[in-house]
């Protein structure tokens, strides 16, 4: 850990005059690696013995707001039951999340540091999806900018790029250069370009700091994109921040040569899911002074959503169907009530949500077609799925060969002493899946090298094969 640390400054170099007077200022007021839990790492001891203290400042300011913000906006003149929803919809993301203190923390430092320094780094952060990876880096930024508006910070270019929204990765290239000089340019003529600002020392260069989001979709067989946003930090004068977002932990080491792997690999923050305790947390603090939620159904949701994923996103999709339900029924019996007004925040248990009505609202999610016709597949197509599953888990990116599914799939057969297909079968229950919209498939290659990727969720295959005592032995084998 101690050698990850000194390599992970960009260029390894003796501390400043600044930063040495930092620690100093730091030791003199007791804040430090003596105050840091015995449990932190090494690495994030180090961090906070260098941290300013404006970082400190920062993270208590933080603490004091967790759960506010846009989640909690204006609610005059709305019922109980259009709070809860309002609140709960996964687009009204507040300005600070709960439960991400460390993450946020270790992010906020890391970048403050850098852009501080006027130095460059590369950041990869991984988790499965729903544990609040973008919306805590998009606090960090907020908080950043807050700090370079106070004067704290040196003034810095925030440029965010998602696979998600890029036809092909080469796009990265295009929009990087746009964002930084407002100029249109190839894919081909950008990267030449990005090469030689990077490379060019320029006395008036402010700070890039760089999101990369949905970084599974910008891997290419020639990774020269990945290697050059991963290459350019290291350029002297480069003045870049690099920070990675994907949802598979050991990316680097599954899909990406040792060249690009070895500069993703200096600083790393890992977003475990959300256990039952954390998405309680954040269901509460949505509904803050809202009471819509016996405190049993909430702790019933988050136990069951924490079984299957611990995507918080899937919570707050439960909690908010459970407060449709509840308001649907309040309406019918309001309407039949002879004009009479119910008050139903008055009224007892009866219009608020219990664990009846989440339980109701697990089960109609869960119950989507999709799980339907999963329970209602031929064991072979079921098969197949969970290879997919495998193999996109694999190679750590969402499209795979479909060879790669095949093999894994005739494997699971023989393990499990079932009718072995042959690649030509495989191959037919792969256009099967396809026909119906539950998995993608590409219509130019119709070989094991045709590209396959899931249209589905993982969790509604988990959930849809957990009561089949066969599936249950597939999936811990």
Known sequence: EEEDFVASKTPAKRPSASVRARRATLASVGVGKASMPKTANRRRTRLHDIQPLAVSAAILKRSS????????????GLSMYEVARQRLHVSAVPDTLPCREDE???IYGSLYNTIEERNSMCMYISGVPGTGKTATVHEVIRTLQENVEEGDLPEFQYIELNGMKMTEPSQAYTQLWQAITGEKATPKHAAQLLEKHFSTPSPRRHSYVVLMDELDLLVTKSQSIMYNFFDWPHRPHAKLVVVAIANTMDLPERMLHHKVSSRLGLTRINFQPYTHQQLMTIVQSRLEGCPAFDADAVELCARKISAVSGDARRALDVCRRAVEIVESEWQRDNSTAAGKRLQSTKSGKEHLVTMMVIDRAVKEMYASGNIAFIQSASLQQKVFL?????????????????????FIHRQLCQLHELAVPSYEHVSKICSQLGATRCILAESSMLDVHQQVRLAIAEDDITVALRPDPLFQKISTS
């Open 65 to 76: 707001r967790v759960g506010k913000g846009s989640g909690n906006a204006a609610t005059d």
């Open 104 to 106: 946020f923390a270790e």
């Open 386 to 406: 969970v290879a997919l599953r495998a193999a996109i888990r694999k190679a750590g990116i969402p499209e795979v060969p479909l060879g790669d599914v095949a």
